[in-house]
């Protein structure tokens, strides 16, 4: 089985539990999944994320600061949208 690969789009609060729920699954040996992408407005949320994320699997996520960019330099399988409810409104497009 191939991994799912899986971009996270929001760094802040929220996708600390997120990110710990990955980090579980990994610690429990289910790793069929690889965080490839994390965005976010501020590049030292999005950088903090990466550095965690990458503690626990081998490659750290690249960083973005911008969706449609990420969108189509990762094509996911998969986001992991961790933004406030009235930020997910606002957004150009459904994600």
Same mark, same amino acid.
């Given at each position: 089985?191939?991994? !799912?690969?899986?971009?996270?789009? =929001?760094?802040? =609060?929220?996708?600390?539990?997120?990110? *710990?729920?990955?980090?579980?699954?990994?610690?429990?040996?289910?790793?069929?999944?690889?965080?490839?992408?994390?965005?976010?407005?501020?590049?030292? *949320?999005?950088?903090?994320?990466?550095?965690?994320? =990458?503690?626990?699997?081998?490659?750290? @996520?690249?960083?973005?600061?911008?969706?449609?960019?990420?969108?189509?330099?990762?094509?996911?399988?998969?986001?992991?949208?961790? !933004?406030?409810?009235?930020?997910?409104?606002?957004?150009?497009? @459904?994600?």
């Amino acid at each position: 089985m191939e991994k !799912l690969n899986i971009a996270l789009i =929001g760094c802040g =609060g929220i996708a600390g539990n997120h990110v *710990n729920g990955y980090r579980d699954l990994h610690i429990q040996d289910l790793r069929v999944f690889e965080i490839k992408a994390v965005c976010d407005v501020s590049t030292e *949320n999005a950088k903090a994320k990466s550095e965690t994320i =990458g503690r626990f699997q081998r490659d750290t @996520p690249k960083i973005y600061t911008d969706i449609d960019a990420m969108l189509k330099e990762e094509s996911p399988d998969a986001v992991d949208v961790c !933004l406030p409810h009235n930020v997910q409104n606002h957004l150009k497009r @459904p994600v």
